[in-house]
């Protein structure tokens, strides 16, 4: 009984220990570093609501001066009435590129939008850039870039022996044909293989880069096709709405700058070129290629009244793989151009602070991980650490504000807003991951997923997101929003 006694007392002593190192790790190293990740939190959520505060106000004065960029800037049109009636000699020579890859669902559209588009045929060439490997998809390229030559369109299919460089590669692989110096092409367009431009596209784009010589980027807003599809591809408008709503007509109201989306954009070739054209260091091509040409001077306008219409990732695999790059990219692309900027002597100290703290630091890598230490980290552990307090402005005020801001730029989806407040955390984790790849350029670093796209497939989309056998409120079945949740496991 002695030794059984001595061994439980002995249990209980150890135990004891364990309790008490436990007990000491939490007052004398969790609990502190956690106040100060509070501390640095706040700091951080004043700095993301001014900058989100800053972009709102700048985009209301612009609309109630109604500071349109066709007020703004010259702007006159090639046509009076009819395309027929303005002489060809009148329009530039433009070049449009469609690079594609494995994209059978979606690329006949692409390239049918490209030719429908109204331009004279002597002044204008389309490049299908196919670097499939899926044999169907080659196939459909083929077929659709004939049906289109048989009908007087200017269509090049090129077939590139690798991907080298991917959608960088293939741009550039593209401009370098000679039928591009041989036909003086002055602006190249590019759309992404789901993206169906409206025939007036280039007549209301064109003119803003023939009539104003310091403009080297014409972006386009997009729409949606299958915005209604599932609760997922409504939350995606919501936040697209929002970029270009906000952050891309500000950045193009005050310093004629915002990151290239990489499609539904028209380049003039000239300022192209001088920037030294796209480059493949980084899977943020476009965004690389924009820093580069403002850092020589050129500025961009952003058109939010002419919208491309294209389609949003209808799974979660899709879209976090788009997610991945969205995030991976501008953080490499930030450790890599950081000095070229700093360095640079053509723009001002003003521009360059914009460039490193509001348009990389802190939009493109601190909201990021901001978001999931705040919300996924900090205030859960607040649950276990009851000495840790975290003010409401903090809490409720600032993140409510943002929210609001952010969910105001699609109205009809208003009402979703707490499906996108979760459904964002949960992404922070994953765009956290994509951002430190990008820092520490670990072996992600230059993955690159074509983004699943499932075109006007109903087969296809009822084989990737099968029904579910439950239902949800009414007002949640327009846009099957069980869909993603029972495709996902959410």
């Known amino acids: 009984m002695a030794t059984l006694s001595d061994g439980l007392f002995n249990d209980m002593d150890v135990l004891g220990v364990i309790g008490y190192v436990l007990e000491q790790t939490r007052f004398i190293f969790l609990v502190p570093i956690l106040k100060r990740l509070v501390n640095l939190c706040q700091v951080i959520s004043v700095l993301l609501f001014i900058d989100a505060a800053y972009m709102a106000i700048v985009v209301a004065i612009v609309k109630l001066l109604g500071r349109t960029p066709q007020k703004v800037l010259k702007w006159e049109s090639f046509k009076n009435d009819d395309i027929e009636l303005a002489p060809s000699s009148n329009h530039p020579m433009v070049l449009i590129q469609i690079p594609i890859y494995n994209e059978k669902e ?42 289109w030559e048989s009908e007087g369109i200017t269509i090049k299919s090129e077939v590139r022996g690798g991907r080298d460089g991917f959608k960088a590669g293939a741009l550039t692989a593209g401009m370098k044909h000679s039928y591009v110096d041989e036909y003086k092409c002055e602006f190249v367009v590019i759309f992404d293989a789901d993206f169906q431009p409206e025939p007036d596209f ?20 997009w729409k949606y096709g299958n915005a209604d599809e599932c609760c997922m591809t409504r939350i995606q408008e919501m936040s697209l709405n929002y970029h270009f709503a906000v952050e891309q007509k500000s950045g193009s109201s005050i310093l004629g700058f915002f990151g ?34 403002y850092l020589r001077g050129s500025k961009f306008v952003y058109v939010d009244d002419v919208k491309v219409k294209n389609e949003l990732p209808s799974s979660f695999q899709a879209y976090r793989y788009q997610q991945h790059r969205w995030s991976c990219g501008p953080a490499n692309l930030f450790k890599k151009i950081a000095m070229e900027i ?16 509001n348009f990389f630091f802190l939009r493109k890598i601190v909201v990021h991980m901001f978001t999931f230490v705040f919300y996924c980290v900090i205030l859960p552990a607040t649950v276990i650490f009851p000495e840790i307090e975290v003010p409401k402005w903090t809490t409720i005020y600032i993140p409510a504000t ?67 056998h439950y239902s949800f409120p009414e007002r949640f079945e327009p846009f099957s929003s069980h869909r993603f949740i029972a495709r996902n496991g959410y």
């Open 106 to 147: 979606v690329c006949q559209l692409s390239i049918g939008a490209a030719c429908k588009l109204s331009w004279p045929l002597d002044r204008l060439i389309v490049q299908v850039l196919d670097d499939s490997t899926d044999k169907k998809s080659q196939e459909l390229v083929r077929l659709e870039c004939k049906k």
């Open 202 to 221: 280039l007549e209301r784009t064109i003119p803003f880069l023939v009539h104003n010589p310091e403009i080297a980027l014409v972006q386009a807003g």
């Open 260 to 293: 290239f989306n990489g499609t539904a954009g028209v380049w003039r070739i000239k300022a192209l070129n001088e920037a030294e054209g796209w480059k493949d260091r980084t899977i943020v091509e476009d965004m690389d290629l924009a820093v580069r040409a």
């Open 342 to 357: 700093i360095k640079n002597q053509n723009v001002s100290l003003w521009k360059k602070v914009y460039l490193i703290y």
């Open 402 to 468: 943002i929210t609001i801001l952010n969910a105001i730029a699609t109205p009809k989806s208003f009402y979703l807003i707490l499906y996108w407040i979760l459904f964002e955390n949960v992404m922070a984790m994953h765009r956290t991951k994509g951002t430190l790849i990008g820092l520490l350029e670990t072996s992600r670093v230059k993955e690159w997923v074509v983004t699943q796209k499932l075109g006007e497939s109903n087969t296809l989309r009822e084989n990737l997101i099968p029904p579910a």
